[in-house]
């Protein structure tokens, strides 16, 4: 033992960290509405039955559920430049692949919360004379989104996590500018405990929002129906 | 137009093989060590005694809530400094990826557990049998058998996980791939074939967890709905 921890160089580069801060909260909000609004239109996709419609999403989700969003992301940045006329930016080729590995996650959230509501919704609107459009936006969707909130924000807690893959194509981001922080002056254990903690402290209460939300779910399900 | 070049991947097969390998002995090797971990971290969450449930909870919810890549920064580049030893790409990515996998495998442990009915304790307790015998002879193989489909998916999230090794220059699939590129000048080709491997090998394990779900909810084990 005998390592004699010393926070102050850390807090030198605060400034820098910050600046990570916020390319990581950058990032993270491009990749959350992205994923989450593509997601949507995949999932109905998913949950049409047209063939035309329902084949392509089926394969875009297992395409992107089953390979690792790192892969993705460098086959974005090194591979994709080959085939388009214009530069991939770090930022372009992280937020591609973490936005469309997230659309492929929440599609499956949205069809599964789509399907769990129940026909008679389906048949009540279109009593009331609602095209099949207008029962989605105005009465199906509206309920499933209230019971897929819990699994919504888990995502958005994994796309943050995934955020510091960006640093693999060198976007600034917190844990990019920790790399940087720690190579100028040898200090990688103060640098990297940091820098957990910033993201513990910041994703726990999310963490312990969505048990909540889980919890208050649960609750209202068995008393509800 | 991009003219597509696969001999140069073909001509590296055996680098992307070995790779491959190195993939599947990570994989293999944070399982091994992260199944008994995670079960003995989900013991020690449910024991009630909060010398032993603080920390395990700690534990868990800190390795589930930060992001992968600062955890393995964190050993390969800290753990070093603070205890002296020499750590390998492979260590500290068999390292991190026990103790991560863990943290989730213990949450399903925990949720297996929770969900066997409390008749089953009582009917152990009844029969004579101490706590921990119940737990074993009774709980756990029936809890086992329910977690089935949740273990099998965090074993599929952990074998895409584990991609993240390449960044600390582990030898695996991706690595593999990044060295290819840069020796060939073909990172179109080369991240497209290993995307297609990871799918492929990734497709074929969930194929056989989804048949392996299906038997189970037949046989009225399975805790997915």
Request: proline fraction near 5%.
């Amino acid at each position: 033992m005998g390592y004699q921890w010393n926070f102050a160089p850390v807090f030198e580069h605060a400034d820098a960290l910050l600046y990570g801060a916020v390319g990581t909260l950058r990032i993270f909000a491009i990749c959350l509405v992205l994923g989450l609004s593509f997601g949507l239109v995949v999932g109905l996709m998913r949950y049409s039955r047209r063939r035309l419609l329902n084949w392509p999403a089926t394969a875009f989700v297992e395409f992107f559920r089953n390979t690792p969003v790192l892969v993705q992301i460098l086959w974005f940045y090194f591979a994709l430049p080959m085939l388009v006329p214009f530069e991939i930016s770090p930022l372009m080729a992280a937020a591609l692949g973490i936005s469309l590995n997230s659309a492929a996650f929440s599609a499956e959230i949205f069809r599964g919360g789509i399907q769990s509501i129940e026909p008679g919704q389906w048949e009540a609107s279109r009593a009331l004379g609602m095209t099949g459009l207008q029962a989605m936006r105005r009465i199906i969707l509206p309920q499933a989104i209230r019971r897929m909130l819990p699994a919504l924000t888990n995502r958005a807690i994994e796309i943050f996590k995934m955020s510091t893959l960006a640093s693999a194509v060198a976007y600034v981001e917190l844990l990019q500018q920790g790399k940087l922080i720690a190579s100028l002056n040898f200090n990688p254990i103060e640098v990297y405990t940091v820098i957990a903690l910033a993201f513990f402290l910041f994703l726990y209460p999310l963490v312990r929002a969505t048990y909540a939300l889980e919890r208050q779910m649960a609750r209202s399900d068995s008393g509800g129906d | 137009m991009y003219r597509w070049d696969f001999a140069p991947v073909l001509a590296n097969a055996d680098l992307l093989l070995q790779g491959l390998v190195n993939t599947l002995a990570v994989t293999g090797t944070a399982l091994a060590f992260g199944i008994p971990l995670g079960l003995a971290l989900a013991l020690a969450r449910l024991s009630g005694r909060r010398l032993l449930a603080w920390p395990a909870g700690f534990v868990i919810e800190f390795f589930r809530t930060t992001p992968p890549l600062v955890q393995l920064f964190w050993f390969f580049f800290a753990l070093p400094v603070l205890i002296r030893v020499e750590m390998t790409p492979f260590m500290a990515s068999a390292l991190t990826f026990s103790i991560q996998s863990s943290a989730f495998f213990a949450e399903v442990f925990r949720g297996g557990i929770v969900s066997v009915e409390r008749g089953q304790w009582e009917a152990s307790r009844a029969l004579g049998m101490t706590p921990s015998q119940s737990m074993r002879r009774i709980i756990l193989p029936q809890a086992v058998k329910r977690m089935i489909p949740a273990f099998m998916e965090r074993a599929i999230e952990l074998m895409k996980t584990t991609t993240l090794v390449a960044i600390v220059s582990y030898a695996d699939l991706l690595y593999q791939a990044n060295e290819i590129a840069q020796k060939t000048f073909r990172p179109l080709e080369v991240f497209t074939v290993v995307a297609g491997i990871y799918f492929v090998v990734i497709l074929m394990i969930s194929l056989l967890a989804r048949r392996l779900e299906r038997r189970l909810a037949v046989s009225g084990e399975s805790t997915v709905h």
